[in-house]
């Protein structure tokens, strides 16, 4: 099992850019969740999916935000403009249960917004 | 979901227990017990979860409280490589969404 996989590692962009962010579940996982981390903050849940689905959206900080789901082997995570305060770690997590035994975190990908 | 108290950071020699405290006194009878830690630049790994009985697995030890008020995450022989930010979230079984908070940050010393 090769665990989730997030893609890229790392990302430097310009403010106004376009950023996509993107996450491979474990397979037979039905939740899947991104979270975003910064020193100010700490982990922030963004939204999780279930079956594909996004069940709460509640912690999207903003319209610029936007995750989706097309199948259950692959999740995007999209800011547009970036902007440099969404330089942060994001993480995706998925999980076959709720909250089960546990979620498995992605390795991250740490995004730069110059 | 109950919130949870930890002191900011402990230390502990290599080789020797690490306990780890939590405080949940908040915590109702449907609610869960988690742990979590996050090593540097790596994502959270989880631990162990327990409700109300003490359980064990192959990575460390949840010591619940007999009025749950409290718990207590025991690694038994820590490693350096076992140095990290650890995290104990209350949850109930469904529907609830796991929140980190500060954590505590173990450091384990040569």
């Known amino acids: 099992d090769a665990g989730v996989i997030q893609s890229p590692r790392h990302e430097v962009t310009e403010m106004g850019q376009e950023v996509t962010l993107r996450c491979k579940p474990i397979?037979?996982?039905?939740?899947l969740f991104w979270y975003r981390q910064t020193m100010m903050r700490g982990l922030e849940l963004l939204i999780y999916?279930?079956?594909?689905?996004?069940?709460?959206d509640s912690g999207m900080p903003e319209d610029r935000f936007s995750a989706k789901m097309p199948n259950a082997s692959f999740s995007t995570l999209k800011i547009q403009p970036s902007e440099p305060r969404d330089s942060a770690v994001y993480f995706c997590?998925?999980?076959?249960?709720?909250?089960?035994?546990?979620?498995?975190f992605g390795s991250g990908t740490r995004l730069t917004v110059v | 979901d109950a919130k949870t108290t930890q002191p900011p950071s402990m230390d502990c020699a290599e080789g020797r227990a690490a306990n780890l405290p939590c405080n949940h006194s908040?915590?109702?009878?449907?609610?869960?017990v988690y742990w979590y830690r996050q090593i540097h630049s790596q994502g959270p790994q989880y631990i162990i979860h327990?409700?109300?009985n003490n359980e064990t697995n192959e990575m460390a030890s949840l010591i619940i409280t007999e009025d749950r008020k409290s718990s207590t995450l025991i690694l038994p022989h820590a490693t350096l490589r076992d140095t990290a930010v650890y995290y104990c979230?209350?949850?109930?079984?469904?529907?609830?969404?796991?929140?980190f908070g500060k954590g505590i940050t173990l450091s384990v010393r040569p």
């Open positions: 997590a998925s999980s076959p249960h709720f909250p089960g035994q546990g979620y498995t």
């Open positions: 397979s037979g996982h039905d939740y």
């Open positions: 999916f279930n079956n594909n689905v996004p069940i709460d």
């Open positions: 908040t915590i109702s009878g449907n609610e869960y």
């Open positions: 327990g409700l109300k």
């Open positions: 979230i209350v949850i109930t079984g469904a529907n609830s969404k796991l929140t």
